[in-house]
């Protein structure tokens, strides 16, 4: 099937976020996270693409959308953003009633873990390259769920030090699977396959 746009209600109503939403065949759902928009980041992103096309595949219903600050609009900083996904999850739910898991890519990532600290259910996320070295970090950690990491050894905006050093504190958590990449930036220039790869690994637990 084709990726349909939506307007995507948010703030009561009072702001439309666009999207693409695709239905699935699993009675499964991905909502997609893009990086910062303030430095180009939108839902074209190739990670973001590549993690779409992943869940689209194994059968997954997707949903990316813009951040209301992507291209020339104006940023609900922060905070806002995270209770944006919180809205966007309401309309995915109307669209495909069910489980919903999250992938969040660097800005995204973050906002996702802020998202849940304001409240959101995932039933699994996928944290690429949360930007443990840029954005604040304090006070957030993943929840009780299933949880695939994935960061390039060569990440400029998070470490591996800086990773190993935020799940090491505080309470343990089980459940998650960190995949580091070699030779690989922040980017993902030339590793989507892998990325990709390390999805379906990871999915397959719920197949």
């Not at 893009?34 to 980041?41: D, L, N, T």
């Not at 996904?85 to 999250?102: K, L, Q």
């Not at 990491?149 to 090491?168: E, Q």
Request: with cysteine; charged share 20%.
């Amino acid at each position: 099937m084709a990726e349909e746009r939506v307007d995507i209600p948010v703030e009561n109503g009072e702001t439309l976020l666009e999207g693409l939403f695709e239905e699935g065949r699993t009675g499964r759902n991905a909502i997609i996270c893009h990086p910062h928009p303030h430095y180009g980041g939108d839902m074209h992103n190739n990670v973001v693409q590549t993690v779409r096309r992943t869940f689209a595949a194994l059968g997954w219903a997707t949903l990316r959308f813009n951040f209301r600050a992507a291209g020339a609009g104006n940023a609900a900083r922060g905070q806002g953003e995270a209770l944006d996904i919180i809205d966007v999850a309401t309309f995915m739910n109307s669209r495909s009633p069910g489980r919903i898991d999250f992938a969040g890519y660097s800005y995204g990532a973050w906002a996702v873990m802020e998202a849940v600290r304001a409240g959101l259910c995932a039933d699994s996320l996928i944290l690429l390259s949360p930007p443990l070295d840029f954005l604040p970090f304090e006070g957030l950690k993943p929840p009780q769920t299933p949880t695939l990491i994935t960061l390039g050894n060569r990440d400029d905006f998070c470490s591996v030090g800086s990773l190993t050093t935020w799940l090491s504190t505080g309470p343990a958590l089980p459940d998650i699977d960190v995949e580091i990449l070699p030779d690989v930036d922040h980017f993902y220039r030339g590793a989507e396959r892998e990325i990709s790869e390390k999805m379906k690994t990871f999915l397959a637990r719920f197949a």
